[in-house]
């Protein structure tokens, strides 16, 4: 497999590591120094911050250079686990305390006296402890010099046997300390001295015999170096292109929500791991308090997990990313089941997770406590369900445009579109009536009544507007009032979810003011009121002005007579269709007047000349302004007189 391959299949895993760390220092499960120092004393916290740091820059190092430092770390592991066996096994040969720190007190118990407790040699070589102790230390000196991208600068990788000399090293304590248990050529304080103190420092042996710390100090100067060619870089890409070009570029290199997923799942598993071993190894006749709070241990465990699966705000991120693939399969399912002909499913993914991370946000998710998270996720994963819905609307209703205006009746897309529709009408009424049936009013639930009803709204809107143009499409003859209808629905469709959206913002000011303020809370209302309020009132109120004032221009214009329309002898330039009666443009042009009303929607020329129609004066109109006019003239000769 290639270097490249690699690099994109195993890029992101490398990545999840720094944010374990990060997440669990935020969320409190691991503290550092926490028997040495005062968990709450400043060092902790400069340690804490310190280790962020670090975990944040890992997190954005280059992935040649977090794989060394994913190397560095797991020879130093090596090394220090190396030395864990040795304590262990010196202890066995009566070291007692061999990871003390008081040198002068003597730790052997009887080395080399001839009395019972002596240790023999021979009879430690042949136990299989030993042997598997000189496995595990074969094991680690493999680790240690197969590591990659640490020794290619080593001298003692051109000779033939590096994991012995390795081996060698880390064997040496106890090797020591039965030389001098066989051959006692030292008083027994002073070999209990020389076996502590050369315990303590024979780690360095390795690291010295393979040049580790060259290799090291070879790399840091390496990537420092070329910190400046780096942040030249990156300054170039913001002064040529924008902050939003560096961000996605950053975005891309990272993969940042491939990370973040692969985090979450990592995180739950060793939650869900974490507590299946707590239930199986609790004992049966008393099990934890906690499992047993009104509630069945199964369904405990899943609010547990729930709760623990948002604690911190990379849960939240991690969370978020996670849903993305889940929204975008239910709507590429949903596309797939109309017949595969919109693509508007692929961005349902991008748009759930970011507003179920907006939510999070506004709601403060992670700060709660865990009953009140509980409740709180599962009412955000209702917003974001009917979310999900209303996106599945927006494909839904392309789909059934086309299958009304086309005269292939495919029956089997109509039945599917039909049922989708249906299932859009049925999910959000039976939400509703679950909702008011089993808890009590607040304005949570009037938000997520009046998104669900706003949604049953807009499917039965898409349906009227369906049957009407498939009637057009089917019947016979032309339907002159197609589009009045097509209008009074839409507006009334509009109308509706103006209101909701007021609604909408009123709920929502009402929970700023007296429930739960923020800083997103009303940045949030600020963007529904200016979007859902301000601009669907006024493109409403554009398309009221534009049909009435076609209207005023079709009914003040002239109506072709039967002579204009047999000296015309032509077909409407609009539909082509035969002009049987016609209305005359002030350019003497003639449309069906129909035709040229839905044109007048649009803008206001002539479709062949387009000289702009203007709205001829009114007779009536003219009379009024002259008596008028005649009025003030004369109310004005007799001031003056």
Avoid at 377 to 387: D, P, Q, Y
Wanted: charged share 15%.
């Amino acid at each position: 497999m290639s270097q490249n391959a690699l690099e994109e299949r195993y890029g992101p895993l490398i990545r999840v590591p720094p944010l374990l760390v990060m997440d669990a220092l935020i969320s409190g499960r691991l503290t550092l120094f926490r028997d040495a120092i005062d968990e709450h004393s400043l060092l902790v916290t400069l340690i804490h911050l310190a280790v962020l740091l670090i975990c944040g820059v890992l997190f954005f190092l280059p992935s040649s250079t977090l794989k060394l430092c994913y190397a560095l770390m797991v020879t130093m592991t090596a090394l220090k686990t190396s030395q864990w066996w040795n304590g262990i096994f010196l202890q066995k040969l009566g070291m007692e305390n061999i990871t003390t720190k008081d040198s002068n007190q003597t730790v052997l118990s009887s080395f080399g006296d001839g009395d019972e407790g002596t240790v023999n040699t021979l009879d430690v070589m042949s136990s299989d402890e030993f042997l598997l102790y000189l496995c595990i230390q074969l094991m680690y000196s493999f680790i240690f010099t197969k590591t990659p991208a640490l020794l290619n600068r080593s001298r003692i990788m051109e000779s033939e046997a590096p994991v012995l000399s390795v081996w060698l090293c880390l064997v040496s304590p106890v090797f020591l300390c039965l030389f001098l248990n066989t051959f006692p050529v030292l008083p027994p304080d002073s070999a209990t001295y020389l076996i502590k103190t050369f315990y303590r420092l024979y780690p360095i042996l390795p690291i010295l015999l393979l040049d580790v710390v060259w290799s090291m100090l070879y790399f840091v100067h390496y990537y420092l170096t070329n910190v400046r060619v780096i942040a030249r870089t990156y300054a170039r890409i913001y002064i040529q292109f924008g902050i939003q070009v560096l961000v996605e570029n950053q975005w891309v290199r990272l993969r940042v929500p491939t990370v973040l997923r692969l985090f979450w799942l990592t995180r739950f598993g060793l939650h869900v791991g974490r507590l299946v071993l707590q239930y199986h190894y609790a004992p049966t006749s008393s099990p934890p308090k906690e499992m047993y709070v009104d509630r069945t241990m199964l369904s405990t465990a899943l609010s547990e997990v729930a709760t623990e699966s948002c604690s911190t705000m990379i849960a939240v991120l991690g969370l978020s990313a996670t849903l993305s693939p889940v929204a975008n399969a239910i709507g590429n399912l949903a596309r797939l089941f109309l017949g595969g002909e919109r693509d508007g499913g692929e961005n349902i993914g991008t748009l759930a997770s970011v507003l179920f991370f907006i939510l999070a946000l506004q709601t403060g998710l992670p700060d709660l406590s865990p009953e009140n998270r509980l409740v709180r996720l599962g009412r955000n994963m209702g917003l974001l369900s009917t979310a999900i819905l209303h996106f599945i609307h927006t494909m839904l209703n392309g789909t059934m445009m086309q299958l009304s205006t086309s005269h292939v009746i495919n029956r089997g897309k109509h039945a599917r579109a039909l049922t989708i529709a249906t299932l859009l009408i049925v999910l959000p009424i039976w939400f509703i009536v679950y909702l008011w049936t089993t808890n009590h009013i607040g304005t949570w639930m009037l938000a997520l009544t009046a998104f669900c009803l706003e949604l049953v709204v807009k499917v039965t809107v898409t349906l009227v507007v369906y049957i009407l143009f498939f009637i057009d499409t089917q019947g016979d003859t032309f339907w002159e009032q197609l589009d009045d209808y097509v209008y009074y629905v839409k507006a009334t469709g509009s109308t509706i979810e103006f209101i909701s959206g007021i609604f909408l913002f009123v709920n929502g000011a009402w929970i700023f003011v007296f429930e739960s303020r923020g800083i997103i809370r009303a940045f949030m209302i600020c963007i529904h009121a200016y979007f859902n309020i301000f601009q669907l009132g006024k493109d409403g109120w554009k398309k009221f002005k534009n049909r009435r004032l076609a209207v005023q221009k079709i009914t003040l214009m002239e109506q072709a007579t039967a002579e204009m329309l047999a000296s015309h002898n032509d077909v409407c330039a609009i539909c082509y269709q035969e002009l049987n009666n016609a209305c005359v443009t002030p350019c003497h042009h003639l449309f069906h007047a129909m035709c040229l009303r839905k044109w007048l929607y649009v803008q206001d020329s002539c479709p062949l000349c387009h000289k702009e129609i203007m709205v001829p004066e009114d007779p009536d109109d003219d009379d009024d302004d002259d008596n008028t006019r005649h009025d003030e003239v004369d109310e004005n000769a007799a001031q003056d007189d």
